[in-house]
Antibody, heavy 119, light 107 residues
Framework: EVQLVESGGGVVRPGGSLRLSCAAS????????MSWVRQAPGKGLEWVSS????????SYADSVKGPFTISRDNAKNSLYLQMNSLRAEDTALYYC????????????WGQGTLVTVSS | DIQMTQSPSSLSASVRDRVTITCRAS??????LNWYQQKAGKAPKLLIY???SLQRGVPSRFSGSGSGTDFTLTISSLQPEDIATYYC?????????FGQGTKVEIK
């Protein structure tokens, strides 16, 4: 059974940092690209960042380019999102999602980890 | 960036009604259009990929159609368990963008 379990969320002051993790199981992790998608409270879905299977190709939404860094450790079946210079607008539930590159869709999602940026 | 616009933003229908949600892209995206269902407090779930292909395990009352800029998600016979918000998403180009969502309720 495919499982994606996010962790690392919490409350942080503006300008602070957090590192999110996503532990994957139930599939061959390095066969898939992975992404982070966020959802602000009561709002819609927003793509944040993606990384290819090997970890050498990354992409970011303009809103997070620079402060956020996506990475992965295929030996640990884990995906990460380092978030620096956090702003109130980054407050959201952050989902880890597996991308099936054959169909170009997110076929599995974690349950999300909540990031709250507040003073 | 490609803008995705869904309509309506919300709808109320009776059980067994046929429900249609539309999604329009700001430029042609071929068939690179996916539909997701998100129930309250849950993660999104893939329903339809490549505009019209049903994801494994998704009930056949869900169907998708369209290409280019105009797409449709249809629920042929609305069931109580279909209460959710539905999102379209284009995977034609980066950044991948989502529609604003359509909330489906039971009348």
């Amino acid at each position: 059974e495919v499982q994606l379990v996010e962790s690392g969320g919490g409350v942080v002051r503006p300008g602070g940092s957090l590192r999110l993790s996503c532990a994957a199981s139930g599939f061959t992790f390095d066969d898939y690209g992975m992404s982070w998608v966020r959802q602000a409270p009561g709002k819609g879905l927003e793509w944040v960042s993606s990384i290819n299977w090997k970890g050498d190709i990354t992409s970011y939404a303009d809103s997070v380019k620079g402060p956020f860094t996506i990475s992965r450790d295929n030996a640990k079946n884990s995906l990460y999102l380092q978030m620096n210079s956090l702003r109130a607008e980054d407050t959201a539930l952050y989902y880890c999602a597996r991308e099936d590159t054959m169909i170009r869709a997110y076929d599995y999602w974690g349950q999300g980890t909540l990031v709250t940026v507040s003073s | 960036d490609i803008q995705m616009t869904q309509s309506p933003s919300s709808l109320s229908a009776s059980v067994r009604d046929r429900v249609t949600i539309t999604c329009r892209a700001s430029q042609s995206i071929g068939s690179y259009l996916n539909w997701y269902q998100q129930k309250a407090g849950k993660a999104p779930k893939l329903l339809i990929y490549a505009a019209s292909s049903l994801q494994r395990g998704v009930p056949s009352r869900f169907s998708g159609s369209g290409s280019g800029t105009d797409f449709t998600l249809t629920i042929s016979s609305l069931q109580p368990e279909d209460i959710a918000t539905y999102y379209c998403q284009q995977s034609y180009s980066s950044p991948q963008t989502f529609g604003q969502g359509t909330k489906v309720e039971i009348k």
